[in-house]
């Protein structure tokens, strides 16, 4: 089983940053795709930003400019560095992991959530 868990969120103000972290643990072979999601009331979940392992990157039109998808691949780890945040990025944040395992096969597992905050 794969374990993953998310770290960073918080309240800040317009313009402010946050970098979120998230960790995958257990049995995993590599992990191909890791991005971050978020949704806030009343929306639906929307891809933010993802990156793929040979380091590709998309972003949501929205954030493009202003936050940061990376990978640590020794520690199973995505951030997001979130700058410039505006009230509209208020949202609950969750990563995604696509974990392969060691038959080729692809799991995909979601974080806890961590709550983005942005207000003055």
């Known amino acids: 089983q794969v374990q993953v868990v998310e770290s960073g969120g918080g309240l800040v103000q317009p313009g402010g940053s946050l970098r979120l972290s998230c960790a995958a643990s257990g049995s995993i072979f590599s992990i191909n795709f890791m991005g971050w999601r978020r949704q806030a009331p009343g929306n639906q979940r929307e891809l933010v930003a993802g990156?793929?392992?040979?380091?590709?990157?998309n972003y949501a039109d929205s954030v493009k400019g202003r936050f940061a998808i990376s990978r640590d691949n020794a520690k199973n780890t995505v951030y997001l560095q979130m700058n410039s945040l505006k009230p509209e990025d208020t949202a609950v944040y969750y990563c995604?992991?696509?974990?392969?395992?060691?038959?080729?096969?692809?799991?995909?597992?979601w974080g806890q959530g961590t709550q983005v905050t942005v207000s003055s």
């Open positions: 995604q992991m696509d974990v392969a395992r060691d038959d080729g096969r692809i799991d995909v597992y």
């Open positions: 990156i793929s392992d040979s380091g590709s990157t």
